[in-house]
């Protein structure tokens, strides 16, 4: 616990950023009936019944310090879609880092073999020099010192608690609660 709260002492350095990262996986469902209709002093009151439309796995990340956040969904959860992820922090996002601090949980695909099995050896190689994993995993039970769990448990509050039939919609729902807080800009002390 103190390595991990050591990370979050450190200041903001653009050269050295931190990153939290996490993921969850989403259970979309669609309705089997029309909800009724909005009565005044009544809350939308939907049927219980439903129809499960498949899973899809969200990535969240967030830099603490800046109040940034970004929450990449994807279809399925394995080794290749968490290395892309990589792939995509270290050459869109961070270009200019030397290197990128992260702090994860300890899910079996957020290893470095994962870029090795995702990726051809040289590429893995070369997004690992780039990647700092700090203290991972975080310790069991631990999981609220990844900051992007603080910001996933906002995101499954403010978001994710309704009904979303697919994954098109979903990455409609993650866009606008991320452009929404990012304008905020509410760092996590």
Known sequence: MEDVLEVYKRPYDPLYPQVCFAECSKQL??????????????????DDEYERAGVANLFPF????TGWRQVAVTERRIAFDDAQQMKYRVDEVYPSAIRIRLVQ????????????????PAEAKRLLDKLEFQCTPTPTHGSWLNMAEIELSVLARQCLNQRIPDLEQLQREVTAWQKRHNRLGRTID
């Open 29 to 46: 469902v669609s309705e089997t009936r029309q909800p009724l209709p909005i009565e005044s002093g009544q809350p939308v009151r939907y």
């Open 62 to 65: 967030s830099e603490p310090l």
């Open 105 to 120: 949980d300890p899910l079996n695909t957020h290893r470095p073999a994962s870029l090795y099995k995702a990726l051809a």
